[in-house]
């Protein structure tokens, strides 16, 4: 079937919101944060619309997200993350010297919650069976 759930449509969602993540910022200095604040920049038409497109895709994502997940099932998420960072940490395979890659790693994390936000009512529908609706206003 082809409106079927799998792992690839996991990753499909997750490649979107790791594009949105990272083009919205990153460490390189290749983001849209970068742009913006960089120095001698004018705010022209082509930077609007990119503004704008990262804007819509932040409303999509994080509304979906917001839906599905709660805020306490973000909350969870994060403080699951945070727990794996901290294990990392740890373990000594990252450090909180190295603000790059905790950075990274950060970034990593919230593409994950977004598209577990984007893709959670398709995996609790596998896990249940039950089926989320939006309501709807009479």
């Given at each position: ?22 083009s ?14 960089g ?90 069976g039950q ?8």
């Amino acid at each position: 079937m082809a409106n079927e759930f799998s792992t690839g449509s996991f990753f499909v969602r997750w490649l979107f919101a790791i594009a949105l993540v990272f083009s919205t910022y990153n460490p390189t200095g290749y983001s849209y944060a970068s742009w913006i604040i960089g120095a001698g920049t004018d705010i022209g038409p082509v930077i609007a619309l990119a503004g704008v497109a990262l804007l819509i895709a932040w409303i999509v994502f994080l509304r979906a997200t917001f839906m599905s997940l709660g805020v306490l099932g973000i909350a969870l998420g994060a403080a699951l993350f945070a727990c794996v960072i901290w294990l990392l940490i740890d373990l000594g395979l990252l450090s909180l010297d190295s603000t790059g890659a905790l950075s990274w790693v950060i970034l990593l994390v919230l593409s994950i919650i977004l598209a577990a936000g984007m893709s959670w009512s398709h995996i609790r529908r596998r896990l249940t069976g039950q089926f989320d609706v939006d309501e709807k206003d009479n």
